[in-house]
């Protein structure tokens, strides 16, 4: 697997192979605990400081990206290669998600912080004009998968 995500990487930047690049790999348990943890000693501000890490993220997604004339393609392929998601589809009003690393069955909250601000970075990159994206829907609190719209002012 290690090797599939380093291979995409290249493939989608057009490094070669020798270049040194390193992953490593959180278990959708470890997101949780770490969830837990951090909502135990900052409650729900923790949320804010986990969508600005998505975005600090995305930013590796962009250079890998940047160049690919799809750049939502791109980043689909990149946000399945690092084990983010199963699937995404991007339309102009809304992101929808199957599979997101961040589910927490059986919470009250939506739980997906970081990948909102994944994808907040992406449609913005994409759109060329601040967008933040709002979980609606999360499988987390019963949904069928997860959905992020933008957000109004």
Not at 130 to 144: A, Q, Y
Request: charge should be negative; charged fraction near 30%; hydrophobic fraction near 40%.
């Amino acid at each position: 697997m290690q090797r599939t995500i380093i291979e995409a990487e290249f493939l989608l930047s057009g490094l070669s192979l020798e270049s040194k690049v390193r992953f490593a790999k959180i278990s959708q348990s470890d997101f949780n605990a770490i969830l837990k943890l951090y909502e135990g000693v900052m409650s729900y501000a923790c949320h804010g400081l986990f969508f600005r890490e998505g975005e600090a993220l995305a930013d590796s997604i962009m250079e890998v990206c940047s160049k690919n004339p799809d750049l939502l393609e791109c980043s689909k392929k990149l946000l399945i290669a690092r084990g983010w998601l199963e699937d995404v589809s991007f339309n102009d009003k809304e992101v929808r998600v199957k599979g997101s690393i961040e589910v927490t069955e059986g919470s009250e909250k939506p739980t997906c912080h970081r990948l909102r601000g994944l994808l907040s970075r992406i449609m913005e990159a994409h759109a060329k004009t601040s967008i933040r994206l709002v979980e609606v829907e999360c499988r987390s609190n019963g949904g069928k998968e997860c959905v992020f719209k933008q957000e109004m002012d």
